[in-house]
Nanobody, 128 residues
Framework: QVQLVESGGGLVQPGGSLRLSCAAS????????IGWFRQAPGKEREGVSC????????YYADSVKGRFTISRDNAKNTVYLQMNSLKPEDTAVYYC?????????????????????WGQGTLVTVSS
């Protein structure tokens, strides 16, 4: 059974850092584009960052460029999102998701109907 489980969320002060983890099971994640998405109450889902399945190419939303870094540990079947210099506007539920085959990371992070499996989400709250 395909599963994605996020962890690492919590409360952090502005300017702080968090590292989110996305543990995959039921499939080998390095064969797929994996992305991080976020949704705040009353807001539409935003593609934050995605990492390619083979060459490691990455995509970042303009709002997080220079602050967030996506990476993967294939041995652990896990994808990470290192979040630095956090801002209150980063507050959201963060989800990881698996991209459908045949698309690259930019398409998966920016197009709707490009994901076929989602985790349950982990809440990130940036506040003093």
């Amino acid at each position: 059974q395909v599963q994605l489980v996020e962890s690492g969320g919590g409360l952090v002060q502005p300017g702080g850092s968090l590292r989110l983890s996305c543990a995959a099971s039921g499939f080998t994640s390095d064969y797929y584009v994996i992305g991080w998405f976020r949704q705040a109450p009353g807001k539409e889902r935003e593609g934050v960052s995605c990492i390619g399945s083979s060459d490691g190419s990455t995509y970042y939303a303009d709002s997080v460029k220079g602050r967030f870094t996506i990476s993967r540990d294939n041995a652990k079947n896990t994808v990470y999102l290192q979040m630095n210099s956090l801002k209150p506007e980063d507050t959201a539920v963060y989800y990881c998701a698996r991209g459908i085959t045949g698309l690259y990371e930019t398409d998966i992070c920016t197009r709707r109907n490009a994901l076929d499996a989602w985790g349950q989400g982990t809440l990130v709250t940036v506040s003093s």
